[in-house]
């Protein structure tokens, strides 16, 4: 086990433990809020290709995969009362420390992303799968109010055409230059904005 692997297991187990109240009460909530389950478990694609599902609190109804994108957008008529709470704070990302726990995901790294989506990257953006893909990094922190930016129609083509590749520059910058030191910043980075 690497220090990587070591610190982001050991972070993640700390932290479930006391967040576990916080989670029940969050849960309450979302099944107050409608019906359904508590979490989301969206497929991803995660280090080397390998899909896995990822852990997040749900905050749409339980149907939405049905009535809409894989993609949320700004005026997203699915998303639930409490749901727009917990994306706005960032809350329903907490379960996937579970994920960090499972060794399917890392506390910093590119943000795993639909296999739909993957399917359509070049050999160049592919190298983002070469490591775990994780629960904060400089894409995430830099587009951490995307959904404003995908509003209207043409949402899906300004994703494909702007967005996501734009996503995948900033994150195969970081793989080139990332240290312990730099995760331990976009970890500090995080909490700072989420705080903010």
């Known amino acids: 086990m690497n220090i990587k692997r070591a ?3 050991l972070f993640s187990a700390f932290f479930l ?9 969050i849960a309450l909530l979302i099944k107050l809020s409608s019906p359904g389950p508590v979490f989301y478990r969206g497929l991803r694609v995660g280090k080397d290709g390998h ?23 700004g005026d997203d008529l699915r998303i639930t009362r409490i749901g727009h709470i917990l994306r706005k704070t960032k809350i329903d990302e907490l379960p996937q420390l579970i994920n960090v726990v ?7 790294g590119p943000r795993p992303e639909d296999p739909r989506y993957v399917a359509l990257y070049t050999p160049e953006q592919r190298k983002v799968l070469s490591v775990c893909p994780g ?20 949402w899906e083509r300004t994703y494909l055409a ?21 995760d331990i910043q976009l970890i500090v980075r995080t909490l700072l904005a989420l705080f903010r």
Do not use: N
């Not at 433990?17 to 009460?25: G, K, S, V």
């Not at 599902?53 to 009535?67: E, G, L, P, Q, Y």
């Open 7 to 9: 610190f982001d297991f």
């Open 17 to 25: 433990f006391p967040l576990f109240p916080f989670f029940l009460l």
């Open 51 to 73: 899909p896995f599902r990822i852990f997040k609190f749900r905050t749409m109804t339980a149907d939405a995969a049905t009535r809409g994108p894989g993609i949320t957008t």
């Open 102 to 108: 499972m060794g399917e995901m890392s506390l910093v």
């Open 135 to 154: 629960i904060t990094s400089p894409a995430s922190l830099q587009y951490r109010h995307e959904e404003s930016l995908l509003k209207g129609d043409g």
């Open 162 to 182: 702007t967005i996501l590749p734009r996503k995948l520059e900033i994150e195969l910058a970081y793989l080139e230059r990332r240290t312990f030191l730099t």
